[in-house]
């Protein structure tokens, strides 16, 4: 069974302070990671990832793969308080005929306190 | 361009009753997605549809809930009857990917429906 592990579940920091989220997985075939950001409403794409060892950066949030160790990170660096959400990975297996069947973790709740 | 519409936003049933939601995807994607997201847990898929054909429902309980797309744009998912476990915010996504171009990327989520059974 596809698989998805966050963590931690949940974390507080200060604002300026510098976070790390991890995503471990276990997919069959797998295509591709992607990151979500959701606030209190519709989870918001942030990066999609394919390809081992390739930074991805948006601002002050980059994420890697690592294919053979079957992980992602998230970084955040200076967070600020509009970073707090919950921080979710999703897997994409693929196999199938169509693409986009993601299975996602439980997500990491992230809070930062000014 | 117009995002995912969800409607209605917020609905409070009793158990055993019946409910339904309603998505309409961005315009020309092809293939539209039905998640369940329980409190503290991340979006489970519920069903998949390509245009207006089911492509997954392994995760569908069957027995209570039942999707359709029939004109391969908007899309409606009804439970009947409800259970309290239900609780939770149905969301709808959509992409844009086609049969055989194998695209990988973003789903565009809707706000969802926050649905509370008492």
């Known amino acids: 069974e596809d698989k998805v592990v966050q963590s931690p579940l949940s974390l507080v920091v200060h604002e300026g302070d510098t976070v790390t989220l991890n995503c471990s997985y276990e997919?069959?075939?797998?295509?591709?990671l992607l990151w979500y950001k959701q606030e209190k409403k519709a989870p918001t794409f942030l990066f999609m990832l394919?390809?081992?060892?390739i930074e991805k950066k948006s601002g002050r949030l980059s994420s890697i793969l690592d294919k053979k160790e079957l992980f992602s990170i998230l970084n955040i660096t200076a967070t600020q308080t509009g970073d707090s959400a919950v921080y979710l990975c999703?897997?994409?297996?693929?196999?199938?005929?169509?693409?986009?069947?993601?299975?996602f973790g439980a997500g990491t709740i992230l809070r930062v306190k000014s | 361009e117009a995002g995912v519409a969800q409607s209605p936003r917020y609905k409070i049933i009793e158990k055993r009753q019946s409910v339904a939601f309603w998505c309409n995807p961005i315009?020309?994607?092809?293939?539209l997605y039905w998640y369940q997201q329980i409190l503290g847990q991340g979006p489970k898929l519920l069903i998949q549809?390509?245009?207006?054909?089911?492509?997954?429902d392994s995760q569908l309980p069957k027995d209570r809930f039942s999707a359709e797309r029939l004109k391969g744009v908007d899309s409606t998912l009804k439970i009947q009857p409800a259970k309290l476990e239900d609780s939770a915010v149905y969301l709808c996504?959509?992409?844009?990917?086609?049969?055989?171009?194998?695209?990988?990327?973003?789903?565009?989520f809707g706000e969802g429906s926050r649905l509370t059974v008492l």
């Open positions: 999703a897997v994409e297996p693929g196999g199938g005929e169509y693409g986009n069947k993601l299975v």
């Open positions: 997919v069959t075939n797998f295509r591709s």
């Open positions: 996504a959509s992409s844009p990917n086609f049969m055989g171009q194998g695209d990988t990327g973003e789903l565009f």
């Open positions: 549809f390509q245009n207006n054909g089911v492509v997954d």
């Open positions: 315009s020309g994607h092809a293939t």
């Open positions: 394919t390809s081992s060892g």
